[in-house]
């Protein structure tokens, strides 16, 4: 069963589809590298897919508890390459929730966070989340 699949299509480019809907994500990789830079690289992705994963499973924890979610964000603020094994080594993502969310639960949701993401519990690499209570 096809879930995705990706494409060169020219200039180290790549166009990924989604086979539920055949959606079209592209890749790049930086100009350094010869690549375009128009598009997230690969190594990108596996930041934004961490962010996503974080993110996701910090809303599903609070709707299960009635909190608003609907400011809720993520920036990836680090990805580190260690050369030596060409591997992501760290990244590190700032969450933003809401401010009203009551200090005593703010452990929960953050551990609930870190140990929920299915994507965090894949990745090797150092994972940094960076809580602010500020939306």
């Not at 959606?23 to 190594?43: A, C, M, N, R, Y």
């Not at 709707?63 to 390459?81: G, L, P, Q």
Request: charged share 20%; hydrophobic share 40%; glycine share 4%.
């Amino acid at each position: 069963m096809k879930i995705a699949e990706a494409k060169h299509i020219g200039h180290n480019r790549i166009s990924l589809s989604y086979a539920n809907t055949d959606k079209i994500f592209t890749t790049d990789i930086p100009t350094s590298h010869g690549g375009l830079g128009e598009f997230p690289s690969p190594v990108v992705l596996v930041a934004e897919a961490l962010a996503a994963c974080a993110l996701t499973t910090a809303c599903l924890w609070a709707s299960k508890r009635d909190i608003d979610n609907a400011k809720f964000y993520a920036i990836v603020e680090k990805i580190e390459i260690d050369p030596n094994t060409n591997a992501v080594s760290d990244i590190t993502i700032r969450l933003h929730f809401n401010r009203n969310i009551d200090p005593e639960l703010r452990p929960r949701i953050e551990a609930a966070t870190h140990r929920g993401c299915t994507v965090g519990n894949t990745l090797a690499s150092n994972k940094t989340f960076v809580f602010e209570y500020d939306v």
